[in-house]
């Protein structure tokens, strides 16, 4: 399983971004998908998660200001970056859980990060 993250980039601080992130392969299920980030000297943290069931999760620091979404038929998961902030700066990783076959446990995949910068 590959995923392909894109939309990264810069933005000016009350701006927007929107980052995707597609999975292909071999894939019988996606339980979940969803971004995290990392800052410099920053551990990795949640930013926002959607499952198949549509349920989402968002960290505090960005709820009311970004959406997830996904499409099903595409494998594929959207996050809308809105009136974003310099503290959101930081390279943002797309992560999926995925069941490749109806007998395996889900496994976690993770993209190359993309990133996202806010200037002030």
């Known amino acids: 399983v590959q995923l392909q993250a894109s939309g990264g980039g810069l933005a000016q601080a009350g701006g927007s971004l929107r980052l995707s992130c597609a999975a292909s392969g071999t894939i019988f299920s996606i339980n979940s998908m969803g971004w995290y980030r990392q800052a410099p000297g920053k551990q990795r943290e949640l930013v926002a998660v959607i499952t198949g069931d549509d349920e989402t999760n968002f960290a505090d620091s960005v709820k009311g200001r970004f959406t997830i979404s996904r499409d099903g038929a595409k494998n594929t998961a959207y996050l809308q970056m809105n009136s974003l902030k310099a503290e959101d700066t930081a390279v943002y990783y797309c992560?999926?859980?995925?069941?490749?076959?109806?007998?395996?446990?889900?496994?976690?995949?993770w993209g190359q990060g993309t990133q996202v910068t806010v200037s002030s």
């Open positions: 992560n999926a859980k995925v069941q490749r076959q109806y007998y395996l446990a889900p496994t976690d995949y």
